[in-house]
DNA sequence: TTACAACCTTAACCTAAGTTTAGGTCAAGA
DNA sequence: TCTTGACCTAAACTTAGGTTAAGGTTGTAA
């Protein structure tokens, strides 16, 4: 914890993360963060693990897989990126963040004229059905995840 | 599937939310959904079912665990609900998705100036670290979950 | 009335993301 | 040296959100 430490026990860094110890164990296991290990066989980490470890968990707030942040970090990390291929997976990554902020935003949206509807409570709906219209149609009443488009992250659920 | 088909099979509302018959199941399991059954056992909904089908699923795009969108449907579905009640409840769903917009904003604009940066990739970090010098005063490195903020809503992961 | 798709239930299985437990080792201070 | 807290591994367990399988029933159309 002195200053010019050099490198962090999987203590410290469960600690100044908020994470669990197990939790660092996982991650490494799964390739997340890496380290070394001391003689004695115990886990060393660079404070820089730190950060990558908070953008794992904010990763994770916003919904992403571990798997997908992971793979992103890894093309991320690998040594000679062309600032062309950076725009390319920065591109994507941001594409998949605005398709859920949509979503989310779509579902606040939803809240006045749905949630407040007879589609929630038992009793009629006082929007006279505009959804439902749909239904001779075919597939109707997916009006709302018909809207979410596809794009090139939703291949990730499907 | 005539037009004054008065109930939907399993397998219409299947069809037309574009989600498959096990889920549908599960979800009534669940009291997501309800519906009630014919003589001979096999289930049957009113097609106001599709569109809480639709917003289950954008919800769930969102990143909401099913248990929390249906503790939200249930508590509109309690049958006398004064607008004022309804006020509130909305009040506080909206501010929970207004959290998680918030958050995934973020994470998106932290993109271009972190996950460019040294501490993704194995090079030093660009950006002479802002977070580290917070170490020193105990839990550094978290300045990203941090910012997030502890809304009404936060509580139900932790 | 017979075929066949669509339905039913229960139970086992699956992935993700961890957590818990058990049994053992390491390191630092009194 | 001894104790104690931090560390190690492996494996079992957990929750969420389903899917798959097996074996039986229903309903409809020829």
């Known amino acids: 914890m002195t200053d ?13 993360s908020g994470v669990p110890v197990s939790t660092i164990h996982f991650y490494e296991k799964k390739g997340l963060i890496e380290g070394w290990r001391t003689q004695g066989n115990q886990r060393r980490y660079e404070r820089r693990v730190l950060r990558r ?34 725009d390319v997976l920065n591109r994507e990554w941001r594409a998949m963040l605005d398709e859920r902020i ?44 018909s809207q979410q488009g596809q794009g090139a992250w939703s291949s990730i659920k499907g």
Chains 1, 2 share one sequence.
């Open 4 to 16: 010019n430490h050099p490198s962090l026990t999987v203590g410290d860094v469960a600690r100044r």
């Open 53 to 86: 470890v908070a953008i794992i968990r904010v990763a994770q707030r916003a919904g992403l897989p571990l798997a997908l942040i992971k793979e992103h970090m890894d093309r991320y990390a690998s040594t000679p990126i062309t600032s062309a291929q950076w």
């Open 102 to 145: 949509t979503s989310l935003i779509q579902l606040r949206n939803q809240l006045d004229s749905c949630i407040g509807c007879g589609c929630l409570s038992l009793a009629d709906c006082p929007l006279r059905n505009p959804g439902d219209t749909l239904s001779r149609e075919g597939p109707g009443a997916r009006l709302l995840a």
